[in-house]
């Protein structure tokens, strides 16, 4: 790999096109010990029913099993609350602080660790568990899950009362999880298409971390950086789709090794 200093020292001499971006995954957010939600194990829910998580995550499930849904995403509440954000989160914290506006950070993980280990300009590009919108889309609003509600054991059903409070206020319909799900679209208003496609195109680097490239925007957001002459690192411990897809392009470099330890040496030259 290309000397990282040599990277960063080109970067900062550009008067445009210089920002740097992190893209993170499920990865990232292993060493917390949140289970990547394709894990092998699938979707397990109340009264052992099992379902493959490309199944489970779709809105056309959601229209079906509304209560199920609702369930199973305070449980998954319940279990990133329990979690701490690890070393890497922190890392990306103090990388924030001195890059500061160059600096941007977009995540596909909907666990809200970034945030709570104080990153400040976060893109969450599949969406998150803080809030809600109606699944008739009867308006663009969106709200905050009730606080109300309390966070779930696997086993544990919502209550009648909790239930009124995932109501659409507007239409009386349910009310869905704001996160995007597998038959659905990446779009501006809720996964920040367009505002992370442009910035992309005004990375000088894009850093992937801990992200498998199984999705779409993530790929599009690299191809974007490289077509603006960006420079790519590929943070991960195997190759992984995104080296399928981009391993012949001049700027897109490998780091084999841990995120932590990336950051740590990304750290020491910026
Ligand atoms: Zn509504």
Known sequence: MKELKSIIEEINKKKTKNNITFLTGAGISSASGIPTYRGSDGIWIKGTKHYKPESFGTFEHFCKNADQVWQYTFFRKKMFSEAFPNESHIKLVSIENQLKNKFNLITQNIDNLHQRAGSKNVYE??????????????????????????LKEIDEDLSYDEKELLKCPKCNEDTRPNILWFDEYYNERNFKLDTT?????????????????????????????????????????????????????????????????????FEAVI
Not at 126 to 149: A, D, F, Q
Not at 207 to 226: C, D, K, M, W
């Open 125 to 150: 590009i599949h969406g998150n568990l803080r809030e809600m919108r109606c699944s008739k889309e009867c308006s663009k609003e969106v709200y905050k899950i009730p606080s109300e509600i309390t």
């Open 197 to 265: 496609l442009k910035i992309a195109k005004n990375s000088g680097l894009i850093v992937i971390l801990g992200s498998s490239g199984a999705t779409n925007l993530p790929n599009r957001l690299v191809e974007q950086t490289i077509k603006y002459g960006g420079y790519v690192i590929d943070v991960n411990l195997e190759d992984n789709l995104f080296t399928k897809n981009f391993k012949d392009k001049k700027h897109f470099y490998k780091y084999r090794g841990t995120i932590l330890n990336f950051l740590k040496e």
